[in-house]
């Protein structure tokens, strides 16, 4: 089995990770797990240690400890691997790392496991982030999205994740995507950057054909 190939999708909150997401998964197959949906169902699982926690974290928009969501990454995705004996190896990983304590946990955990390839940045205005998860509250019964968490998940996106944005730009491992766009407009930029940057390149043969 080859290594896992990893695109990280990072975005303030109410940018269209989800979406975005969702658009590779029925284009292209991928698998996408998202951190955030991951934590939810572990802090609803009957005898979890880390319910309280996890939903304390949650409402105040902070973030959880890594041992915690590195670990529910690592299974989701060796299940995915196992189940499909290897043939799923592209990931979305979706809202993680967002501290410096997420990047040195995911570093030490998963050192030489994952082919950590690309950060996908859904870059959009935090009005907009704002006011789309407004409208999302209507009905995503989610405990975060009202305006007092919000404001403080902005708080965590702006003094927290931008600067593990910024790490992975000094890698050149960043692709920005305008996404105040449609979500067709963000799912066709998305598409063409996954399809160069999670696809191997074939090796261009020696022998010309004639
Ligand atoms: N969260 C976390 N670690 C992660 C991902 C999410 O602690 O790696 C927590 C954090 O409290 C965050 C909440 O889960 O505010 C919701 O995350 P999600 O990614 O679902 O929100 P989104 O950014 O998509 O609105
Ligand atoms: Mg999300």
């Known amino acids: 089995m080859g290594k896992p190939k990893v695109c990280f999708v990072l975005g303030g909150p109410g940018a269209g990770k989800g979406t975005a997401c969702e ?3 029925k284009k292209h197959g991928l698998a996408h797990l998202s951190a955030g949906d991951l934590l939810r169902e572990e802090r609803k699982r009957a005898g979890s240690q880390f319910g309280e926690l996890i939903e304390e974290c949650i409402v105040q928009g902070t973030i959880v400890p890594v041992e915690i969501t590195c670990q529910l990454l690592e299974n989701a ?3 995915i691997m196992v189940d499909s004996k290897g ?3 592209k990931f979305l990983i979706d ?7 997420n990047l040195q946990g995911w ?7 994952t082919d950590d390839r690309i950060v996908l940045y859904l870059n959009c205005p935090l009005e907009v982030c704002e006011s789309r998860i407004m409208e ?18 902005f708080k965590t996106y702006e003094e927290s994740t931008k600067g593990i944005i910024e790490h992975y730009r000094d890698l050149g491992k960043v692709r920005e995507v305008d996404s105040s766009l449609t979500k067709e407009e963000v799912g066709e930029t998305v598409s063409r950057i996954v ?5 191997d390149v074939q090796q261009p043969s020696v022998s010309g054909d004639h």
């Open 195 to 199: 399809e160069q940057d999670l696809t």
């Open 95 to 101: 809202g993680f790392p967002r501290n410096v304590d």
């Open 107 to 113: 570093t030490k955990q998963m050192d030489g496991k």
């Open 77 to 79: 995705m060796n299940k």
């Open 23 to 25: 658009f590779l998964v």
């Open 87 to 89: 043939e799923q190896d």
């Open 136 to 153: 999302r509250s209507k009905t995503s019964g989610r405990s975060d999205d009202n305006i007092e968490a919000l404001r403080k998940r």
